[in-house]
């Protein structure tokens, strides 16, 4: 089974400048989420989505952080513009629905390998 | 709201010897209970989970977990290091999920060297 795929795998930019992030979940994954791990810290939950729609999205700052899953299979996450302190990896994980709703402790989250962001 | 805390940012252990990697949490209500590790360049991996069920938890790679309520602990522990558990490790707590808002919380990570 193909794991959870993201690319590009590292990207450095300028402040301001934009970037973008794309994941591909597990086949058959209907939960899909993207963290951002900032070094020296555990990863944090930007959003959640179940299919293409949003679950969770509190911890997104949405002036310059945007997601979507169009077709509720791949995502992309973009940050315009982006801000030094947006320099981190960030992971995109998905997860199996295994008792008809959505449970963190039952439905086991599956990482893809990061993409590692350095803002100039 | 729930937080973890992990004690030992480094722990150094010699090949063949015990690892224990401390982790405690904070929770005003039975929390699940994670362990994930992340290799470099790689993924995070679950280890094991502790949901409610027995205290004692083992998971991949030998390693165990116990869950004690009383000490608000969930320490994680190998008999015998090998060179291949090198890596980064992560406690992690989940709220019920009768209490809405379900995330992962996950602590400040703990690396681990292994000592030829």
């Known amino acids: 089974e193909a794991g959870v795929a993201q690319s590009p795998r590292y990207k450095i930019i300028e402040k301001r400048q934009s970037v973008a992030f794309w994941c591909n979940p597990i086949s058959g994954h209907a939960t899909l989420y993207w963290y951002q791990q900032i070094l020296g810290q555990g990863p944090k939950l930007l959003i959640q989505?179940?299919?293409?729609?949003?679950?969770?999205d509190s911890q997104l700052p949405k002036d310059r952080f945007s997601a979507e899953r169009l077709k509720g299979v791949d995502s992309t996450l973009k940050i315009q513009p982006a801000k030094l302190e947006d320099s981190a990896v960030y992971l995109c994980?998905?997860?199996?629905?295994?008792?008809?709703?959505?449970?963190?402790?039952?439905?086991?989250?599956?990482f893809g390998p990061g993409t590692r962001l350095t803002v100039l | 709201a729930q937080s973890v805390t992990q004690l030992d940012s480094h722990v150094s252990v010699s090949e063949g010897t015990p690892v224990l990697l401390r982790c405690n949490y904070s929770s005003s209500y039975s929390p699940s209970l994670f362990w994930y590790v992340q290799h470099p360049n790689k993924g995070l991996q679950l280890l094991l989970k502790?949901?409610?069920?027995?205290?004692l938890v083992k998971g991949i790679n030998g390693f165990e977990a116990e869950f004690k309520k009383s000490e608000t602990s969930f320490h994680l522990t190998k008999p015998s290091a090998h060179m291949s558990d090198a890596a980064e490790y992560f406690c992690?707590?989940?709220?019920?999920?009768?209490?809405?808002?379900?995330?992962?919380?996950f602590g400040t990570g703990t690396r681990l060297t292994i000592i030829p």
């Open positions: 992690v707590v989940i709220p019920p999920a009768n209490f809405g808002n379900e995330k992962l919380t």
């Open positions: 994980a998905s997860s199996k629905v295994t008792s008809g709703v959505p449970r963190l402790s039952t439905d086991t989250q599956y």
């Open positions: 989505f179940q299919n293409n729609g949003v679950v969770d």
């Open positions: 502790y949901t409610s069920a027995a205290t």
